[in-house]
């Protein structure tokens, strides 16, 4: 048996409402994060999981099972992420709050405490017995004692998007992010780059004061390669911080179109500003101003469409 945590907003889908499901138990839908996908399809029959609520609340409430293993999320219109089943078992008396968890220094690895945004955490066996639901108290092996008693649901329980985020309850982790559509935004910004500079090259050496002779004398010397490295791992920061960015735009936000917009208001609201200031003072040529902007415009689309597309 494995054991998990699963994060819900209360004022959406809560403890009480879960109970409510009786056996039958409720699909966990709505993830969007590729890590919390793949903890979904870990999980297996049997394992169980703390009940976490999110927003101001912020503490374990009760204990679930998994009824029905990983399965294609029917809200997901792309048909990538994925659900579990899961039914109540029972509350806890005395709700495990955030605090509560990182005041304890035995725990101090748990993922509540180092990826506290993750919507689906592994636990491990020792932290899951680490609390006493019966007192309150630590120390006791047993999170499931307790009474089986539910209370009313909310008014404004709601089956869908039951894992939006609220404000300072992002379901989006940096430590999260999918790799995959970084590194591939990252390369084809690259490629992409390069292109652009033999287009404009001849335009652009003019306008920094060299000439092709120049720049092939200097393809020899060594360490001339290093800005083509540098180049890329600077469009590997760009991307994985564009996917950050992304992701905090929520559950089923994620999307070539979003993707595009949030880089052109980059592009506008940090890139643009900084080359006009940066420029303007070391009195360079208007043209490089054309020339890498547009470099970096192209860079920045193409990364949020690659990202919106794959996914964070």
Known sequence: MAYWLLKTEPDTFSWNDQVKKGAAGEPWTGVRNFTARRHLKAMKKGDRAFFYHTGEERQIVGTV?????????????????????????????????????????????????????????????????????????????????????????????????RLLPRFGESAMTFAGVNYLAIVVAAVAAWLAGAGWYMVFGKTWMAAIGTTPEKMQEMRGQPGAFLPFIYAFVAELAMAWALAGILGHLGPGQVTVRNGAISALFLWLGFVIPTMLVNNSFAHRDWRLM??????????LVLMGVIIGAIGV
């Open 290 to 299: 054309l020339i890498d902007g547009g470099h970096w415009l192209v860079v």
């Open 65 to 161: 099972e998994v009824i029905r293993e990983a399965y294609r999320d029917p809200t997901d219109e792309r048909g990538v992420f994925l659900a579990v089943d899961v039914q109540a078992l029972r509350p806890l008396r005395k709700p495990v709050t955030l605090a509560e968890v990182k005041s304890e220094p035995r725990l101090k690895d748990m993922a509540l405490v180092k990826c506290s945004r993750l919507s689906v955490q592994p636990v491990t066996e020792k932290e899951w017995e680490g609390w006493d639901t019966r007192s309150g108290s630590r120390k006791v092996a047993d999170p499931l004692a307790g009474c089986a008693c539910c209370r009313t649901p909310s008014p404004r329980a709601a089956h869908q998007g």
